[in-house]
């Protein structure tokens, strides 16, 4: 009996632990809550009431516009990432254009440098692949010693 209930603990246990390891895909937060939370983020800015008005609305026009892209390209069934990495540039040109129109040369100059950064998509840690930048003698290099590892 003890048996049986200590393996169904563990079970239960690793049942628990796979559901979350598996993590499953994140819900995409709609273009005004994203559009609200790059307005957060420049407090710093010290952005007066209408230009926070006219920069949420440019940035809800940008999200809604890579929203559609992204839904575009899922529907078409395509996954070229190159093809859509291209579109984001040109939706984030258009974008700091029409930021530029409202911000002053400092303002501007914040939004580039420490801003804009933290808005940009992280991907969630985990998983192999990729490189990390960098060159050794022997190509691409992924590990920091710049060694082959086999």
């Known amino acids: 009996m003890k048996k049986q209930l200590v393996l169904m603990v563990m079970a239960a246990i ?21 559009a609200k939370a790059v307005i957060e983020k420049m407090a710093a800015m010290n952005l007066d009431a209408d230009t926070k008005t006219k920069a949420e609305a440019i940035f809800v026009e940008f999200y809604k516009a ?33 930021l530029k129109e409202i911000f002053t040369e400092g303002q501007m100059e914040q939004w580039v440098k420490e801003i ?6 992280q991907r969630q840690g985990g998983g192999g692949g990729g490189f990390i930048k960098g060159e050794c003698e022997y190509g691409p290099c992924r590990f920091t010693c710049g060694a082959p590892r086999f």
Do not use: C, H, W, Y
Request: aromatic share 4%; hydrophobic share 25%.
């Open 14 to 34: 690793f049942s628990i632990t796979a559901v979350n390891a598996q993590g499953g895909q994140r819900q995409q937060q709609p273009p005004e809550e994203r």
């Open 66 to 98: 890579q929203q559609t892209a992204m839904e575009e390209m899922r529907a078409s069934g395509s996954s070229d990432r190159e093809a859509f990495a291209a579109k984001r540039k040109e939706l984030s040109e258009a974008r700091d254009k029409k």
């Open 116 to 121: 804009e950064p933290t808005t940009r998509p």
